[in-house]
């Protein structure tokens, strides 16, 4: 009786073990992230096929050996334009422009001569000075009766007192003394400080 027992149980463990044995487990694959990933990539791709799609139109011309309008890929440089007009001539100014810049769609790309550029940066220092020195105040030292006038609280009477003090003591040296001219004391002069200047 005991003996058949263990037989049984020797059975039964036996087939156990075949029936685990025989079982393969088959991993989880999650799908749904494998799907955005592809997705995404192909978007990727769809966006970088457009942009090289893309094209920019620019006018070259001044001293380049053919002057026109080129149509040239998003992204090219001003190197890139200069080389589909041909390249430089000789007498071009190779500082004007900074090669490596990108390109914009309708920009216009004038090469001057050498001798051009130097005067038009001459021109524009010159330009540069003048804007910085007339600030829109009025030199008392320097300004006639009509530009004398065109200050707050100043017309005929006061703009002659102005001179003829001028003319009499020398140049003001600073705002604060043209409340030394007879018709301006403080009260005037609060009104017209913002107007008035001493180069």
Known sequence: MKKHWIKKCCMILTCLYLTGCGRE????????QTQE????????????TLKSDQTVQVYVCGEVAAPGVYQLKDGMRICDAVEAAGGLTKAASREYWNLAEKLSDGQMIYFPTEEEARERKASA????ATVEE???RIDINT?????LVTIPGIGETRAAAIL?????????????DIMQVSGIKSTLFEKMKDYITIR
């Open 25 to 32: 487990e088959v991993p989880y694959l999650d799908t749904t």
């Open 164 to 176: 003829a003090y001028r003319e009499k003591n020398g140049p003001f040296a600073k705002v604060e």
């Open 125 to 128: 220092e010159a330009a540069g």
């Open 143 to 147: 300004a006639d009766a009509t530009q």
């Open 37 to 48: 990933q592809t997705v995404e990539t192909e978007r990727t791709e769809q966006k970088e």
């Open 134 to 136: 007339s600030d829109g």
